[in-house]
T-cell receptor, first 115, second 109 residues
Framework: ETGVTQTPRHLVMGMTNKKSLKCEQH?????MYWYKQSAKKPLELMFV???????ENNSVPSRFSPECPNSSHLFLHLHTLQPEDSALYLC??????????????FGPGTRLTVL | GQNIDQPTEMTATEGAIVQINCTYQ??????LFWYQQHAGEAPTFLSY??LDGLEEKGRFSSFLSRSKGYSYLLLKELQMKDSASYLC??????????WGAGTKLIIKP
């Protein structure tokens, strides 16, 4: 029970589709994160939001578009994806960057397959 | 560049002890985390080290040596449910987490 939920858990989409991933945290945290996890590779940080403001964009292609309407919700909008974008997309939240230890708590992820 | 190294896979026997090593080269250091991730599930927080030494939490312990850029996770009295991947992550000088690729631990009866 992590307090971070993600929907959908599984998603299959074609390269021309548009879809959105949703993340919600019930922990009262102020920071939220999107990660990409590919098999046998380290977690790749994609975006960071702190108090609803985007503070990090790690050179992510524009076909991924994040949205953070409030500190509890985070979306990842997907359009014209490529097969190599197939991966597990994890959402995480933390109390506040810089506030030690600022442990990140993860949702269960969305398993995305791009055909 | 920044790098976290940990073994890809380890095998151990139920009831035994296993040590998973992690070495890191990062720009700055602001803490090291260990997470457990069962297949198809979320990574869950296990331990945090920011000072040198051993942190013990039940059957799990984590050790840090900042001068050597080295940490290990020690799991005692292994149970079948401990079969999972164990992720090492270091917070760098920009307060970003740098992740290892994870160690898949297989527990055999």
């Amino acid at each position: 029970e992590t307090g971070v939920t993600q929907t959908p858990r599984h998603l299959v989409m074609g390269m021309t589709n548009k879809k959105s991933l949703k993340c919600e945290q019930h922990l009262g945290h102020n920071a939220m994160y999107w990660y990409k996890q590919s098999a046998k590779k380290p977690l790749e940080l994609m975006f960071v939001y702190n108090f609803k403001e985007q503070t990090e964009n790690n050179s992510v292609p524009s076909r991924f578009s994040p949205e953070c309407p409030n500190s509890s919700h985070l979306f990842l909008h997907l359009h014209t994806l490529q097969p190599e974008d197939s991966a597990l997309y994890l959402c995480a939240s933390s109390q506040q960057p810089g506030l030690e230890p600022d442990t990140q708590y993860f949702g269960p992820g969305t398993r995305l397959t791009v055909l | 560049g920044q790098n976290i190294d940990q073994p890809t896979e380890m095998t151990a026997t139920e009831g035994a002890i296993v040590q998973i090593n992690c070495t890191y080269q990062t720009s700055g250091f602001n803490g090291l985390f260990w997470y457990q991730q069962h297949a198809g599930e979320a990574p869950t927080f296990l331990s945090y080290n920011v000072l040198d030494g051993l942190e013990e939490k039940g059957r799990f312990s984590s050790f840090l040596s900042r001068s050597k850029g080295y940490s290990y996770l020690l799991l005692k009295e292994l149970q079948m449910k401990d079969s999972a991947s164990y992720l090492c992550a270091v917070r760098d000088s920009n307060y970003q987490l740098i992740w290892g690729a994870g160690t898949k631990l297989i527990i055999k009866p």
